[in-house]
């Protein structure tokens, strides 16, 4: 399973956006980039998932490098309800087998 | 949509004790999962389902866990007998199988199991 590396913790500001790095330099052509996070004594959700494109949904946007080794998870704007334990990951296309890491604990502040 | 729904919600055990977990899936899902998740850690797969076979069971500890399917929708997890190592939060998800959003899980709220 490809691995990918995330700052252990992250603190923002209420309202103020938040980009949440992961790196993943032994990506393969056919890896999408999943984001998952965790709220607490809740069981994970789906945040947003792509390939090579920038992604945007309802709950963040999703920023590729280039050479897809490396991508960013921003929130727009900070709520409290987003404190959380983010998970950045790698699922084969096709694959369902989700493998999470530690992720990073991210601190809201009113 | 009601989401997965898992019972109990916390059990407190002695050591080789045996204890159950309950999952009831979204209705319509075909794999449901179950994971371990240690404290501080990530969750990790122990079993996945689809309808009622076993795709991957590669991580369970099959000396002392079990889990089935009936009917492929509501699945059990056991651990018989339990270990101090076995205190984790337990938790099922479950999706589709095939069609555009069959990547993404829904998780339950988890069973916190503390082994004593």
């Known amino acids: 399973d490809a691995k990918t590396t995330q700052p252990n913790s992250m603190e923002s500001n209420e309202e103020e956006p938040v980009h949440l790095p992961c790196n993943h330099s032994t990506i393969s052509g056919t890896d999408y980039i999943h984001w998952y996070r965790q709220l607490p004594s809740q069981g994970p959700e789906y945040v947003i998932h792509?390939?090579?494109s920038n992604v945007n949904n309802r709950m963040a946007s999703l920023a590729i490098a280039e050479d897809r080794k490396s991508s960013t998870l921003i929130l727009h704007r900070a709520t409290l309800r987003d404190a959380a334990v983010y998970y950045c990951?790698?699922?084969?296309?096709?694959?369902?087998?989700?493998?999470f890491g530690k992720g990073t604990k991210l601190t809201v502040n009113p | 949509e009601a989401g997965v729904a898992q019972s109990p919600r916390y059990k407190i055990i002695e050591k080789r004790q045996s204890v159950a977990f309950w999952c009831n899936p979204i209705s319509g899902h075909a794999t449901l999962y179950w994971y371990q998740q240690i404290l501080g850690q990530g969750p990790k797969l122990l079993i996945q389902?689809?309808?009622?076979?076993?795709?991957?069971d590669s991580q369970l500890p099959k000396d002392r866990f079990s889990a089935e399917r009936l009917k492929g929708v509501d699945s059990t997890l056991k651990i018989q007998p339990a270990k101090l190592e076995d205190s984790a939060v337990y938790l099922c998800a479950s999706s589709f199988l095939g069609g555009a959003r069959s990547y993404e899980q829904y998780f339950g709220p988890g069973t916190r199991l503390t082994v004593t």
């Open positions: 389902f689809q309808n009622n076979g076993v795709v991957d």
């Open positions: 990951i790698l699922l084969q296309g096709g694959s369902e087998k989700l493998v």
């Open positions: 792509g390939l090579t």
